[in-house]
Nanobody, 124 residues
Framework: QVQLVESGGGLVQAGGSLRLSCVAS????????MGWFRQAPGKEREFVAA????????RYADSVRGRFTISRDNAKNTVYLQMNSLKPEDTAVYYC?????????????????WGQGTQVTVSS
């Protein structure tokens, strides 16, 4: 099993920044891809960004590319999501997820472990 704990959410004005963190524990060696997803009220969960513990590739949703940056610290088993130039439409619960599939995935169904989520609210 892998446990994921997110932190760093909060309330920010439009144009501001937040950095989310996701600490992984347990059998982290069984996973390779780490992703961030979000779900706004009344909407389906959507992919935001993903990276691999083994390094190399990253992927972003079109809606966040150029504003959000995903990074990792393997020594700390932590993945970050730096969010800049935030917009009201970025308001959502943000979830960290881990996949055992060894290639970047954008489909939530291909992720095996999920955190509890952290709320991000962007005011206009």
């Amino acid at each position: 099993q892998v446990q994921l704990v997110e932190s760093g959410g909060g309330l920010v004005q439009a144009g501001g920044s937040l950095r989310l963190s996701c600490v992984a524990s347990g059998r982290t060696f069984s996973t390779d891809v780490m992703g961030w997803f979000r779900q706004a009220p009344g909407k389906e969960r959507e992919f935001v960004a993903a990276t691999r513990w083994s390094g190399g590739s990253t992927r972003y949703a079109d809606s966040v590319r150029g504003r959000f940056t995903i990074s990792r610290d393997n020594a700390k088993n932590t993945v970050y999501l730096q969010m800049n130039s935030l917009k009201p439409e970025d308001t959502a619960v943000y979830y960290c997820a881990a996949s055992r599939v060894r290639a970047i995935q954008t489909m939530g169904a291909l992720y095996d472990y999920w955190g509890q989520g952290t709320q991000v609210t962007v005011s206009s």
